[in-house]
Every structure is written in structure tokens, then in C-alpha cells.
């Protein structure tokens, strides 16, 4: 089976910035892309940020020039930095990823999984 679990949230004052983590461990073969969602109260799920093994990255228009996705291959890590904060921030925030699962039968593609979340709360 493969894990997520994600880390970095808290309470923030406008302006100020976070660094969520995301380690996925378990029978991964490889991982194609990482990315990060969020889901405020009474909203739906959102995408924030993806990044793919080429190094491709896209952000939502909501958080372009604010925040910033990174990855660890080698850890199966994906990271998001998030400056410049704003109340309208303030979310749950998810890590999904697309990646091959290793099997007693060989490689299985396309799968995906994510994590249960991190709270981030922008508020002063």
C-alpha cells in the first residue's frame, strides 16, 4: 500500500508565509506527478499546484508568484512554499499523486492517492 502524509500547516498571520511537506512512502515504482489541492469550508476541491517528473510545474491564478512547488525524487517528497498569505487562504490542504505501484505481478500505472490533509489557517 502507499502513504501520504502531509505536514507544515498552522495558523499564520496575513502576509506571512508556510512550507508544507508531503512523503509518500509504500511499493512505489515511480512517481509521475505530485500536486497539491485545497478545499476551504463549504467549498469544493481545488487544484493549487502540480509538478510532473519532467519538472514541469502549473498554478492555479490564485496562487501564482505566491507560492511554489517543489519535489525530492529521491525522497518522494513534494513540497509547497507559500508566501504572501491571505485570509482566502485558509483551507485544508491536500497532496495527490500519480505514480506506478510495484506488485508481486510487475508494474501497475495510473494509479493515484492522496493524503489526509493539513490545516492551513490565515488569520490575525
Known amino acids: 500500500q502507499v502513504q501520504l502524509v502531509e505536514s507544515g500547516g498552522g495558523l499564520v498571520q496575513p502576509g506571512g508565509s508556510l512550507r508544507l511537506s508531503c512523503v509518500a512512502s509504500g511499493s512505489i515504482f515511480s512517481i509521475n506527478a505530485m500536486e497539491w489541492y485545497r478545499q476551504a469550508p463549504g467549498k469544493e476541491r481545488e487544484l493549487v499546484a502540480g509538478?510532473?517528473?519532467?519538472?514541469?510545474?502549473n498554478y492555479a491564478d490564485f496562487v501564482k508568484g505566491r507560492f511554489t512547488i517543489s519535489r525530492d525524487n529521491a525522497k518522494n517528497t513534494v513540497f509547497l512554499q507559500m508566501n504572501s498569505l491571505k485570509p482566502e487562504d485558509t483551507a485544508v490542504y491536500y497532496c495527490r499523486i500519480d505514480f506506478s505501484l510495484s506488485t508481486i505481478w510487475g508494474v501497475k500505472n495510473d494509479i493515484n492517492a492522496w493524503g489526509k490533509g493539513t490545516l492551513v489557517t490565515v488569520s490575525s
Open positions: 509538478s510532473t517528473s519532467d519538472g514541469s510545474t
